[in-house]
């Protein structure tokens, strides 16, 4: 990236030319700022971004809090490209449900959680360990919550030791419902 960025940048003895690519809500910042620092001696522009030169446009993910941990799991793929859709929330949202559906157990959720927490006391300092707590602490919620509705706590223990029932079905006897509700969701 260091070797490419050299191609936005000319210069002879009396001009510079710098290009770059700014979120459009701060261009009038950025703008402010370089003039300010440059004062006579800068002529800032935008150029628009439907401009066929500029196909390679660079993409700033703008998520909400609760989903921009998500995008760590995103990033081990190519970023979305300009003016197309970010899929963030959506592998957000099924991750979560489908952690939970196939992982379901109230006791391993609950550990879940402990882990993730413990690992965000540990390493929390590092942002990318902070994401996966956050992104631990959703799996570990849904898990248990699941775990609820399928009434697992530790496997079978919470039935067979203490008489748990599920609070929507027993997903063990009812696999054929299981796979109907896994097909509906995907």
């Known amino acids: 990236a260091r070797l490419r960025v050299a191609g936005n940048f000319a210069q002879s003895e009396m001009v510079a030319v710098i290009q770059g690519w700014t ?5 009038e910042g950025l703008k402010h700022v370089l003039e300010t620092e440059f004062t006579g001696q800068v002529d800032v ?3 628009d971004a439907g401009d066929p030169h500029h196909v390679s446009i660079p993409t700033q993910l703008r998520n909400h809090k609760l989903i921009k941990p998500f ?17 963030t929330a959506m592998v957000a949202i099924a991750f979560i449900l489908f ?3 196939i992982l379901g157990d109230v006791v391993y959720g609950l550990a879940v959680i402990a882990l993730a927490k413990f690992m965000g006391k540990k390493l929390g300092h590092i942002p990318a360990i902070k994401d996966v707590e956050t992104i631990g602490t ?5 898990g248990a919550l699941f ?10 223990l919470g039935t067979t030791m203490f008489g748990l029932k599920p ?12 796979l109907v509700y896994a097909i509906y969701v995907g």
């Open 23 to 27: 979120p459009s809500d701060e261009f």
């Open 45 to 47: 522009n935008s150029i």
């Open 71 to 87: 995008e760590i799991v995103m990033s081990i793929f190519k970023p979305p490209a300009y003016g197309t859709i970010d899929p």
């Open 99 to 101: 952690y939970g559906f």
């Open 138 to 142: 959703y799996m570990g919620i849904s």
């Open 147 to 156: 775990g609820a509705l399928f009434g697992e706590w530790c496997g079978s």
């Open 167 to 178: 609070l929507w079905f027993d997903r063990h006897h009812d696999t054929t419902q299981l």
